[in-house]
């Protein structure tokens, strides 16, 4: 079993940063391609990054440029930092992992609230 929390949300304002924290217990995570998701009130869960075991990442068009994903081993902790947020990047963030070769995820963190104000 792998335990995933998140923490560094909060409140900021348009074109600050924030960087997203996924600490992991119970394995380590370098064997696991890490994840993360959003998920904004009324509207479905969506991919903002992947991270994979050896260090890959991949992004989808609207956040390319401004997030970046990566891991520590020494602290089985990845991140993802967020630059120049906007408005439309208010959700609440997840964390999630997933063996290599494998279609869904595995661990899910609890979330934390990213909200950014105009």
């Known amino acids: 079993q792998v335990q995933l929390v998140e923490s560094g949300g909060g409140l900021v304002q348009a074109g600050d940063s924030l960087r997203l924290s996924c600490a992991a217990s119970?394995?380590?995570?370098?064997?696991?391609?890490m994840g993360w998701f959003r998920q904004a009130p009324g509207k479905e869960r969506e991919f903002v990054a992947l991270?994979?075991?050896?260090?890959?990442?991949y992004y989808p068009d609207f956040v390319k440029g401004r997030f970046t994903a990566s891991r520590d081993s020494a602290k089985n902790t990845v991140f993802l930092q967020m630059n120049n947020l906007k408005p439309e990047d208010t959700a609440v963030y997840y964390c999630a992992a997933k063996v290599s070769g494998a279609s869904a995820y595995d661990y899910w963190g609890q979330g934390t609230q990213v909200t950014v104000s105009s």
């Open positions: 991270i994979t075991s050896g260090g890959t990442t």
């Open positions: 119970g394995r380590t995570l370098s064997s696991y391609h």
